[in-house]
């Protein structure tokens, strides 16, 4: 059995989601696994709830960081994106979950104020 059919069984994963590949960096004492699914598969995700989370909270770690580099960066302009970000932190975390922004909503606005004739 090949370490990578080895590591699926181990994480419980099922067809068409397989280990693709497994990278351990000795010194920094990390295994990489990436999950990937042969071309063409058609999937269902019965765990995207968790898929959800993840992202939501990765992205929250990492605009975390950047608000911290940000506020100390000493500029104004850049501390000041920071605190509006800050302020609206729950409507920014809910763009990590669904991915949707206003864009949509801007382009009806311009559609309904440019009727065709």
């Known amino acids: 059995m090949v370490s990578n059919e080895l590591f699926s069984l181990a994480l419980g994963l099922v067809l068409p989601w397989l280990v693709g590949d497994v990278t351990f960096q000795v010194l920094e004492k990390r295994l990489i696994l990436h999950i990937n699914f042969p071309k063409g ?43 509006t970000i800050m302020n609206h932190w729950d409507d920014v975390l809910r763009w990590f979950e669904s991915q949707i922004n206003n864009g949509i909503l801007e382009g ?3 559609a309904s104020s440019n009727p065709p004739k």
């Not at 598969?41 to 939501?56: E, G, K, M």
């Not at 580099?69 to 850049?78: D, E, F, T, V």
């Open 41 to 83: 598969s058609r999937i269902a995700c019965p765990h995207l709830w968790w898929a959800l989370w993840w992202v939501c909270h990765q992205g929250a770690i990492l605009l975390k960081a950047w608000l911290e580099n940000a506020k100390a960066s000493g500029l104004p302009p850049i501390i000041k994106v920071a605190y």
């Open 108 to 110: 009806f606005n311009i």
